[in-house]
């Protein structure tokens, strides 16, 4: 921005020089690419990163399901924990108990899982998530945490979209200047065995 209106306050300036003219024009062309390609690619790849998390989140979500469960009783050296911010937005302490249930076929199972439900107490129901044969699981990603990453990869690309911008602007205009100064070097070295002694014939 400061070299195109450098460059409009010199327009009619007679010591501008083509390569001002030069340098103005790619930082408009970076300009405009910083507003128009840099969030168009980063909504292009937020896009596709949500597309695919979704999917993720529908794969996750048929192979899981909630179960009834009874608690038996807490687990030794149950603590309270943050749900993993990777797979949820929710922030509800987590309890850590025994408890039994049955599988789809029927079967007992009883482990350690984990519970948001804050009475913990023996015969208590809580539902807790288990594979189609009735093993405990994972909590599945859900949407909302799916749509958060989304935005999050495409406000990166974003902004690597715009530092690869910049660095090639800075590059182009480095390479001007150098290519600047060598043709003045060039022209100093012509000119520069005669320096004072302009028409003395020597």
Avoid: C
Wanted: aromatic share 6%; no cysteine.
């Amino acid at each position: 921005m400061r070299a195109l209106s450098g460059v409009w306050r010199w327009r009619h300036n007679s010591l501008r020089r083509a390569t001002d003219r030069h340098e103005a024009w790619v930082a408009l062309a970076a300009f405009v690419l910083l507003v128009v390609a840099s969030p168009a690619l980063g909504w292009f790849f937020g896009s596709l990163a949500d597309d695919a998390l979704q999917e993720s989140v529908r794969a996750q979500q048929a192979r899981t399901r909630l179960t009834n469960a009874v608690v038996v009783h807490r687990a030794t050296g149950s603590r309270h924990f943050v749900a993993d911010p990777e797979i949820s937005t929710d922030r509800a302490a987590m309890t850590t108990v025994l408890a039994r249930w049955r599988a789809p076929d029927g079967t007992a199972r009883s482990a350690t899982v984990t519970t948001s439900v804050r009475n913990t107490a023996p015969g208590t129901r809580v539902r807790i998530w288990t594979d189609p044969q009735g093993h405990p699981a994972l909590r599945p990603m859900d949407a909302p945490t799916a749509h958060t990453h989304a935005a999050l990869a495409g406000l990166g690309s974003a902004m690597l979209t715009a530092l690869l911008i910049e660095a090639g602007r800075r590059l182009i205009v480095w390479r001007m200047v150098r290519a600047r100064y060598e043709r003045l070097d060039r022209a100093w070295a012509k000119a520069g065995p005669d320096w004072g002694r302009t028409g003395t014939g020597s």
